[in-house]
């Protein structure tokens, strides 16, 4: 039945193979291990076909008691000491090979390692340097320590989230790490080297966690200039202002979301919930929407969230409606499993790769690798003989 939860999830293979390669295939990655968005964007280079190492400290292990992050899949690892001159002399000896690096540090940390994007580009200068930060690479605040609470905050971003009435809501660390840091890294990387494909030189990718937090805003800048868009939080169309766009508790102590914002759609709401008389005519009529979501909120608390799936479904409804899925829910749904939506491995449910690629489809690699348990394959595969591995292990520069 449709929106009911009756599908059990499948692993659908991410192992890493594939008959097709992804479109960055040949595409090589040099990752400096970090946290968050960083990490996030290498995944989705990784699940595109590129060949990620990551650069991991040295005497550094991956805790046993915890899952593996499904943000770490598809690297392969060097342990290494990056105080030790020898181990940073062999490390741009690989960026000579590389076509992107990716570094998540404050500003001038690499720098100081002997590590910036001007020595890189020295011994490569088609090389894309992805610089994953917070506050960017200059600007009042760019060495200042923050998170993606803060980030948010000064992009203008977490301001409308809230009830009407209510404080700004944090929304988990999805809109700053992830949406404003971690997917605009990946799509500036992936720019960057389309251009140095024509142009034979690689750039700076500078992606500021303020800035693309800010970009993700672009509607609501427009619709305050149109005066369609109120300041005050919870009093817009779109901030849960609205009756008809809105999150409303089920009897079950659930809840389901309404976005019957068309006219079109607004009209199957009504019809399947009974909605009659002149006060429901008022769809645009802000000063009737409070009167409205009381009511609303009245009858959607008379059945459970299931109950409330299988009314829609059985009238056939196209109101835009759904049910509020937690993460563990969201893998059984019927459409999502459909889809394919979510794999699982060694315990672990997690989101598959998107987007989706009619001809050179994303694969989802293999699992984490634990720091440095590839050091040696990645120092053969990039231009290290025996002995010059032998060197860097005596030296203390790799484990």
């Known amino acids: 039945m449709l929106l009911s939860f009756i599908y059990e999830i499948e692993d659908r293979g991410c192992d890493g193979g594939s008959a097709v390669s992804g479109p960055l295939d040949g595409v090589r990655v040099l990752e400096f291990a970090g946290m968050g968005p960083a990490p996030f964007a290498v995944m989705m280079l ?49 960026v000579e090979s590389a076509d992107v690096l990716v570094e998540g540090f404050r500003p001038g940390t690499m720098e100081r390692l002997g590590l910036g994007p001007d020595v890189c580009a020295g011994v490569n200068p088609r090389l894309v340097y992805a610089r994953v930060t917070g506050w960017g690479q200059e600007g009042p605040y760019a060495r200042l320590a923050g998170h993606d609470i803060n980030y948010i905050a000064v992009a203008g971003a977490l301001d409308p989230i809230g009830r009407a009435g209510g404080p700004p809501v944090p929304p988990v660390n999805l809109v700053g790490d992830y949406g404003g840091g971690g997917m605009f890294a990946a799509f500036g990387v992936a720019c960057a080297l389309f251009e140095a494909r024509q142009s034979g030189r690689g750039q700076v990718v500078d992606a500021a966690m303020t800035d693309g937090a800010a970009v993700l805003t ?104 759904a049910p509020v899925l937690s993460p563990g829910e969201a893998p059984r749904d019927p459409h999502n499993a459909a889809r394919g939506t979510f794999l699982a491995r060694d315990g672990v449910t997690f989101p598959a790769p998107a987007p989706r690629l009619s001809r050179t489809p994303a694969v989802a690699g293999g699992p984490p690798p634990a720091p440095g348990q590839d050091t040696a394959e990645v120092l053969r595969d990039w231009g290290f003989d025996e002995d010059a591995i032998a060197e860097l292990r005596n030296a203390g520069a790799v484990g």
Request: hydrophobic share 40%.
């Open 46 to 94: 990784s699940d595109m076909g590129a060949d990620v190492v990551r650069v991991d400290r040295l005497g550094g292990a991956r805790p046993a008691d915890r899952a593996p992050n499904p943000l770490h899949r598809g690297r392969r690892s060097v342990a290494v000491d990056l105080k030790n001159r020898a181990a940073i002399t062999a490390i741009l000896r690989i």
């Open 218 to 321: 672009t509607s609501l800048h427009w619709m305050r200039a149109a005066g369609t868009w109120n300041e005050a939080r919870g009093t817009n169309r779109l901030d849960s202002g609205a009756h008809f766009y809105d999150v409303y508790e089920t009897a079950d102590g659930r809840y389901v979301s309404v976005g019957s914002i068309e006219p079109q759609f607004y009209a199957e709401l009504r019809r399947v919930l009974s909605l009659t008389g002149p006060t429901w005519d008022r769809q645009d009529d802000r000063a009737a929407w409070p009167e409205l979501k009381e009511e609303l909120a009245a009858i959607f608390r008379t059945k459970t969230r299931d109950e409330w799936c299988r009314v829609f479904a059985e009238a056939k409804a196209d109101a835009c409606f």
